[in-house]
């Protein structure tokens, strides 16, 4: 009986860290670009400095939760799209409240975390359908119904995305630029913020509880659904190459705030070293 519910855990395990592994990893890593990046800004030109992409990026972050809570039957409480408030460093929020006996909505609460995420990269990769070069036959590497996507489909995604940032030809483009700008937009914003975060382990637990049971009983009748459960990433294939997509222009946009604002912050370093002597 001990060994049985061991290889339920280990099941359930392999199934949540295959199928949503991706999406916690990136999220991380996004945060804490996302994090360094506003303290970048908020260093050299102040507070304001990010609201460039905010006015854009925030609103869309939001408006994410909102459909997702809707999605999953909660009530929508207060809606604030675009608040900038430099006291507590919100952006905007959006309330909700669901019934704790619900497992449906207890379960949403995952997903409307995580939902900026889902919608921000849905919208990229709308908008790179239609705006960048050969945008219809962008994402074929990635499209693999049939099985699940391959290392090599997303490198042959990435290299493609980078051919069309380095080709001269797309420089002429105002399509490109505001992809480029609006990509900025979103992945400086996407990431899910503390609260949502909060909200996301606590849908998740009652994913994996759900997910335990049902390994459960499949694995009591000699039935083991791992590969019917990892089977579903064939059909994230757009989304993780848009999300690779996101952290790298997250980590450009990093990189490009450090270079610019480098040499400013050591100018002001300078002459307030003056001052004081």
């Given at each position: 009986m001990k060994l049985f519910f061991f290889n339920v855990i280990g099941t359930t395990v392999i199934q949540i860290v295959g199928l949503l592994g991706t999406f916690f990893f990136i999220g991380f890593l996004l945060s804490k670009i996302q994090e360094r990046t506003q303290q970048a800004y908020r260093a050299v030109v102040g507070w304001k400095g990010i609201l460039w992409t905010a006015w854009f990026g925030t609103p869309l972050h939001e408006f994410g939760h909102i459909i997702f809570a809707k999605i999953f039957r909660h009530r929508v409480e207060e809606i604030s799209l675009f608040r900038p408030n430099k006291t507590t460093g919100t952006l905007?929020?959006?309330s909700h409240s669901y019934n704790p006996k619900s497992l449906y909505q207890q379960i949403g609460n995952f997903f409307i975390g995580g939902a900026p995420m889902i919608f921000g990269v849905l919208l990229l990769s709308f908008l790179g359908y239609i705006l960048l070069p050969d945008g219809k036959t962008l994402f074929s590497p990635l499209v693999a119904i049939d099985e699940p996507m391959t290392v090599a489909a997303l490198f042959l995604f990435i290299r493609h995305i980078?051919?069309?940032?380095?080709?001269?030809?797309s420089l002429t483009r105002w399509h490109f630029w505001l992809f480029l700008y609006v990509s900025f937009c979103v992945a400086t914003h996407i990431a899910p913020s503390k609260e949502d975060r909060s909200n996301m382990w606590k849908g998740l637990g009652w994913i994996i509880v759900l997910l335990f049971f049902i390994n459960m009983i499949t694995l009591l009748f000699g039935?083991?659904?791992?590969?019917?459960?990892?089977?579903?990433?064939?059909?994230?294939?757009?989304?993780?190459?848009?999300?690779v997509y996101?952290?790298?222009i997250a980590l450009f946009h990093?990189?490009?705030?450090?270079?610019?604002f480098a040499p400013i912050r050591l100018i002001?370093?300078?002459?307030h070293k003056r001052i004081v002597l």
């Open positions: 905007g929020h959006v980078l051919a069309i940032f380095f080709d001269p030809a039935q083991d659904i791992t590969t019917r459960v990892l089977a579903l990433r064939a059909y994230t294939g757009i989304m993780i190459g848009m999300f996101t952290l790298f990093f990189l490009l705030v450090w270079c610019v002001q370093r300078k002459r």
